[in-house]
């Protein structure tokens, strides 16, 4: 859906819910202003002031989502925001922490227990530093029966080979970490990247400042892809690393890229969590499914208008899911 569209649809009014409801906006990374990673799974530093400024200003400064499904079990109208971010960066703590605190908001952080501990970058940066410091030009890879081929000699090109990788990722962790050696091995790329995912010394500073913690899992697998045994022991052993090393309990957990299915509910529930958010674009009401619960994204794409200028319009717009179901008709056709 092209920006312009959702700058004119942006206009129209629009009618207020009945009953209360609680949106979940999911963030990832926060980037200094005019970065571009070759792949992007976050917000930049400005548009996330600005997210703030606007919320605090119309009267929804951001909870912590387990607020947020508190404040829902007793009201009987209204509106409120809950804050998230998945995999647990650095950049959460030191750029995302001090704004949060500026605005008097709150958030909560759901950490990759696993990675954290062990300081190996997610598969996804390992994919992208692979691309980025191709020693070659082309890559002619055979995957799976399909001929992947993919012009590397520049930074559009490389972005392109990019999103036409990371479906091949999507695997059991056996099969993904064979996939990253081989393709290190075809593009000639060197070394692993640093892992910018947070320490447990400054994850330390989210419980400090009152904000809530929660799972992740361990290693950030497809949890579909597992057995229910291996799902058990990704998300309980996140939940008993958070509480050794920060000591405080998770509540609420996070599906790695929002898969799950029964059996990721099953675990969640069986060792004590109280909620779990997916990626699913929605409003959490009070007869949500406490496992399933919605989410929204709140990209620079989405706040900013056809001339780059953060709009408040078009992010009160997104917060209020006026464009969900274009979203979903736009992956339905893909």
Not at 71 to 78: D, I, K, P, S, T
Not at 84 to 103: C, I, M, Q, T, W
């Amino acid at each position: 859906m092209t920006r312009w569209l959702r700058w004119m649809l942006s206009l129209v009014p629009r009618r207020e819910a009945a009953g209360p409801r609680l949106v979940v906006v999911r963030h990832h990374r926060i980037y200094p202003d005019g970065a571009r990673p070759l792949y992007r799974v976050g917000v930049s530093e400005s548009v996330f002031g600005a997210q703030l400024d606007l919320l605090v200003r119309v009267g929804l400064a951001p909870l912590t989502v387990e607020d947020g499904l508190a404040w829902l079990r007793g009201a009987r109208g209204g509106l409120r925001v809950a804050m998230s971010f998945d995999d647990g960066y650095a950049d959460n703590v030191r750029v995302g922490l001090p704004l949060l605190e500026r605005h008097r908001a709150r958030a909560t952080f759901y950490l990759t227990a696993g990675l954290m501990e062990e300081r190996v970058a997610p598969w996804w940066d390992r994919l992208a530093h692979r691309v980025e410091r191709a020693g070659v030009t082309t890559l002619d890879w055979m995957l799976e029966g399909r001929h992947l081929h993919a012009p590397l000699g520049d930074e559009r090109s490389r972005r392109a080979a990019m999103v036409a990788l990371l479906p091949a990722f999507r695997a059991v962790p056996e099969v993904q970490q064979r996939r990253l050696h081989e393709l290190a091995e075809r593009l000639r790329s060197q070394g692993e990247p640093p892992c910018e995912l947070a320490t447990w010394d400054e994850a330390r500073a989210l419980v400090a400042s009152a904000m809530e913690v929660g799972a992740h899992t361990l290693s950030h697998p497809h949890l579909s892809r597992l057995s229910p045994e291996r799902q058990e022991a990704e998300i309980a052993g996140s939940i008993d690393r958070i509480e050794n090393r920060l000591g405080t309990r998770p509540r609420g957990m996070a599906y790695p890229g929002g898969d799950y299915d029964a059996a990721s509910v099953a675990a969640c529930a069986n060792h004590g969590l109280r909620y779990a958010v997916t990626t699913r674009r929605g409003d959490v009401h009070p007869g949500s499914a406490p496992f399933e619960l919605p989410r929204r994204a709140l990209s620079d794409g989405a706040c900013l208008d056809p001339f780059g200028r953060f709009s408040e319009r078009m992010t009160r717009a997104e917060i209020a899911g006026a464009f969900d179901h274009l979203r979903r008709a736009a992956e339905v056709a893909s």
